[in-house]
């Protein structure tokens, strides 16, 4: 049994070729920004949010910078002024509670749960401590939405959905980020679709939608838009909002509208690769195999398993057995951040009371991406190597 894994964890597969060639025109006349346009032309950034509404099913959407900028601007444009208390997961990456702070406002932490969604107990003690949540649907994992809403609802909290991790993704078929009052979408890299940097904003909400096109630089040129709302909502707004530039570009927007085309047969094709991970899992002595509810449409672009109330230092050893057969790891229970990981009492900036039930789960959380590079045939080597690293492991200690 010294199988070991050949392949990168962290590379995807290439631009579809529609994707570049619409790139390379974009390169040839030059018109990268998405106003920069002759009479007549529809701008690339304008057919990718007029795309993107209606995959999701949204009224508006607005073509961003970065799923981060998405966030801050969707807090912003719902009202979050400095010195806001903003509710959102303990359980997240750092860019959740930094699009928080990148307001001016406060992050009030709420735990997570075993299956690793929001810990709704926890969410109702904590309601009256704020009007905003910034739900983080963290590693594709969705929460009872229903409990969720009902919720906020009664506290009067409106939700912006963080849908880094669940473009694509659903409930009660439902598609992620259409419950809240806005969701945040990032085509960074190591998301569902790939421009480098990107994101988007979706809402129903004409003048929470008109705040966000102002704000991301449009000027007064949102006429521009194909899905943004009918000028008369900009009629005060545009006198109002500042610009705080953060707008998609006609490259990346060329890039990812053939990529969006692709998404369901995308999200297919993660979750045949998740759910081949998941059975080479399941029944491994010492591990938690995390159950995904009915009523959930995963994108299982990333899989994560508890080895909970395991030492930290077996856990460790785990993932330096994995890693020497090639498979990566990452753990959520490390004290120091590391790479893209941190945890909540890593953010000083942010105050945080210690969270015993959560910090248990943190503990035991170990992550794996999965890029659609992998074969299925690999997925089943990396499941054999973790069941018999962690089975020798769990074997020691024992
Ligand atoms: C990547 C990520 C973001 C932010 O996306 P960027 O486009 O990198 O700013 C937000 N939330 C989560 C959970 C993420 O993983």
Same mark, same amino acid.
């Given at each position: 049994?010294?199988?070991? @894994?050949?392949?990168?964890? &962290? /590379?995807?597969?290439?631009?579809?070729?529609?994707?570049?060639?619409?790139?390379?025109?974009?390169?040839?006349?030059?018109?990268?920004?998405?106003?920069?346009?002759?009479?007549g032309e529809l701008s690339q950034t304008a057919l990718l949010e007029q795309e993107f509404a209606a995959?999701?099913? %949204?009224?508006?959407?607005?073509?961003? %910078?970065?799923?981060?900028?998405?966030?801050? &601007?969707?807090?912003?444009?719902?009202?979050?002024?400095? *010195?806001?208390?903003?509710?959102?997961?303990? @359980?997240t990456l750092a860019p959740v509670p930094g699009a928080i702070?990148?307001?001016?406002?406060?992050?009030?932490?709420?735990?997570?749960?075993?299956?690793?969604?929001?810990?709704?107990?926890?969410?109702?003690?904590?309601? *009256? /401590? %704020?009007? #905003?949540?910034?739900?983080?649907?963290?590693?594709?994992?969705?929460?009872?939405?229903?409990?969720?809403?009902?919720?906020?609802?009664?506290?009067?909290?409106?939700?912006?959905?963080?849908?880094a991790h669940t473009m694509g993704a659903a409930w009660k078929d439902v598609p992620s980020g259409r419950v809240g009052a806005a969701g945040c979408y990032s085509c960074q890299t190591y998301k569902h679709i790939n421009s480098g940097e990107g994101g988007f904003l979706v809402t129903d909400d004409a003048e929470l939608a008109a705040r966000a096109v102002i704000m991301s630089g449009s #000027?007064?040129?949102?006429?521009?838009?194909?899905?943004?709302?009918?000028?008369e909502a900009f009629e005060n707004i545009r006198y109002e909002t500042p610009n705080i530039s953060g707008r998609m570009d006609n490259l990346r927007a060329a890039i990812l509208r053939p990529q969006l085309a692709d998404l369901p &047969?995308?999200?297919?094709?993660?979750?045949?690769? #998740?759910?081949?991970?998941?059975t080479g899992l399941r029944g491994t002595p010492g591990l938690t195999v995390i159950e995904r509810p009915a009523d959930e449409t995963i994108v299982g672009s990333s899989i994560q398993f508890l080895l909970l109330d395991w030492s930290g230092e077996a856990v460790k050893e785990v993932i330096a057995r994995c890693a020497a057969r090639g498979v990566e790891l990452k753990w959520f229970g490390a004290p120091e951040p590391?790479?893209?990981?941190?945890?909540?009492?890593?953010?000083? #900036? %942010?105050?945080?009371?210690?969270?015993?039930?959560?910090?248990?789960?943190?503990a035991g959380v170990v992550d794996m991406?999965?890029?659609?590079?992998?074969?299925?045939?690999?997925?089943?080597?990396?499941a054999r190597i973790i069941r018999s690293e962690v089975g020798a492991v769990w074997q020691d200690a024992a």
């Open positions: 049994m010294t199988d070991v @894994f050949k392949g990168s964890f &962290t /590379q995807q597969e290439p631009i579809p070729e529609a994707g570049i060639d619409a790139a390379v025109e974009v390169m040839r006349h030059g018109r990268l920004h998405r106003y920069n346009t002759v009479p995959l999701v099913g %949204a009224r508006y959407c607005v073509a961003v %910078a970065s799923g981060g900028y998405a966030m801050a &601007t969707a807090l912003r444009a719902a009202g979050v002024v400095p *010195g806001d208390r903003v509710l959102s997961n303990a @359980f702070a990148a307001v001016g406002a406060v992050p009030v932490f709420v735990g997570v749960t075993e299956d690793l969604t929001i810990d709704l107990d926890d969410l109702l003690e904590k309601s *009256g /401590q %704020a009007s #905003y949540l910034l739900l983080s649907h963290m590693r594709g994992h969705i929460c009872d939405m229903d409990r969720l809403m009902q919720i906020c609802d009664a506290a009067g909290i409106s939700v912006i959905e963080d849908c #000027y007064m040129l949102y006429e521009r838009h194909l899905a943004a709302p009918p000028k &047969t995308q999200c297919r094709r993660w979750n045949e690769r #998740y759910y081949r991970l998941e590391q790479a893209f990981t941190s945890r909540y009492d890593s953010w000083r #900036y %942010a105050p945080s009371q210690p969270m015993p039930a959560s910090d248990r789960v943190l991406r999965v890029p659609l590079t992998f074969s299925l045939e690999d997925c089943d080597l990396i």
